[in-house]
């Protein structure tokens, strides 16, 4: 089992950017693909980003954030990140990375992160 650790959330006006960090540790193998999702309060669950233990393949499955959201990943420090631009009130949520021990994209959500909070207002 991994252990996901995310930061980098916080609040922002729309428009603004922010950058979250997902670093793993705890299993044998050195890299893995990571996820990224978010769950707002009464919205339904959605599967971002992903990106595989490489970092050669990265896969976006929310349309709304293609374009604005790039995942990228230093393997020097097994930390995964997501730039986020032009955030609007419709991406607040908590932001967790997740992964599952394999290497290809997409991953199931085994192993959590605490989770980020990203808010996004005036």
């Known amino acids: 089992q991994l252990q996901l650790v995310e930061s980098g959330g916080g609040l922002v006006q729309p428009g603004g950017s922010l950058t979250l960090s997902c670093v793993a540790s705890?299993?044998?193998?050195?890299?893995?693909?990571i996820g990224w999702v978010r769950q707002a309060p009464g919205k339904e669950y959605e599967r971002i980003s992903c990106?595989?233990?490489?970092?050669?393949?990265?896969?976006y499955y929310l349309n709304s954030v293609k374009g604005r959201f790039i995942v990228s990943r230093d393997n020097a420090t097994n930390t995964v990140y997501l730039q986020m631009n032009n955030l609007n009130p419709e991406d607040a949520a908590p932001y967790s990375c997740?992964?599952?021990?394999?290497?290809?994209?997409?991953?199931?959500?085994?192993?959590w992160g605490q989770g980020t909070q990203v808010s996004v207002s005036l």
């Open positions: 990106i595989s233990s490489s970092g050669d393949r990265t896969h």
């Open positions: 997740v992964a599952d021990g394999g290497r290809l994209c997409p991953v199931l959500p085994r192993d």
């Open positions: 705890g299993a044998a193998s050195d890299y893995y693909a």
